[in-house]
């Protein structure tokens, strides 16, 4: 309670600053207004015409708004930045970045947006979380029509929030495109993965920042696992998890001794500040790499003997589980596994990146 009474007094001075920012004039009734009632986790919120300024809260959001073609005026990342704005968005926003062809304001971040900043770009249209930001719901709505979604998890949860978001964007052709070409990029996928899938179909998905606080083991019900499932994979859990529908567990690094592994693919994260990071999505696996490496219970691991373990951002998979971050995760994934046969085997390319 004390957050939200100190938010609330940071917005009332936002709108003194602003001149009324939060303040959203009535259509006249003599205009046509195409206004519509948008569903979204919270309830449903009224959209009217074409909004143009668009702030979102979070990479989740952030990734949707893109697969739209649509760029932010304003954005809040997962870390915290000092400046106020992106100036260098691919050193500052990993993957996402480089997809960004302006510099948004920067708006605090995904867990503590800034009202103050967000009132001030006075935006027709603001894509929040409904897990972090619902304490912030209703002075977000104050500000401007608020949309709140989660599509964490495994599968296609992402689809209908991208729908939802083009309806209010008036994109829903483009959604409907997108969620088609997805479903068809994953299926040249899958096909591309055939011969690796038949030489070493079962992966250990891991994800830990540092192997001394412990190892989380994701399972298919994990966003990347149920992906590296989608694709032909099958995903390796402990006989007495094998019923689960957890998307992952805490293991102990010596219990992995005991199951029958091809391959390892471990999710790397650092809590470090990435800010002007020449490379943000290496340094998040930088320091797990170093650890892995160094760890004798891991290297005892046959995969570990092999050069078979891999590492990837735990970014796209708790953050992009769109169908941007799906592409580059399976097109990364692939260029690991078979790095002489990418020279001459070119990927299928949607996003550029």
Known sequence: MPRLRLKTMGLLMALAIAGGACTRPSP?????????????DLGETEVCG???????????????LLALE???????????FPM???????????????????????????????????AKLKPDLILADSIKNKDEYELLSKIA?????????????????????????QKADKATAVVTESQQQVAKLKAKF????????????????QLSQGVRLETANSAC????????????????LSQSQEPSHVISLESLTNLDMDWILIEGFSSQNIDQTPNPEAQQVKAIKKEWNEN??????????????????????????????????????????????????RMPIRFKY
């Open 28 to 40: 006249s009734p003599s205009t046509d207004v195409d206004c519509r009632a948008i569903a979204h």
């Open 50 to 64: 074409q909004p143009q300024k668009v702030v979102t809260i979070g990479p989740n959001l952030l990734e949707l």
């Open 70 to 80: 649509v760029q932010p005026i304003a954005h809040a990342e997962y870390f915290s």
């Open 84 to 118: 106020p704005q992106f100036d260098q968005p691919e050193q500052q926003i990993p993957y996402l970045g480089k997809l960004l062809t302006g510099q948004p304001k920067n708006v605090g971040t995904a867990e503590s947006p800034s009202l103050e900043a967000i």
């Open 145 to 169: 029509p608020t949309l709140l979604f989660d599509y964490s998890g495994a599968g296609s949860a992402w689809q209908p929030d991208l729908q939802a978001i083009g309806q209010a964007l």
């Open 194 to 209: 055939q011969p690796l899938v038949a030489q070493d179909s079962k992966v250990l998905l891991l994800l830990s920042e």
């Open 225 to 240: 696992g149920a992906l590296l499932e989608d694709v032909g994979f099958q995903v390796v859990v402990p006989a007495d």
């Open 296 to 345: 004798a219970i891991a290297q005892s691991l046959p995969p570990s003997k092999a050069g078979k373990v891999y590492f990837t951002p735990v970014y796209l998979c708790h953050a992009l589980l769109g169908p941007i971050g799906t592409e580059i995760f399976l097109r990364d994934l692939y260029q690991q596994l078979s790095p002489s046969e990418i020279k001459t085997s």
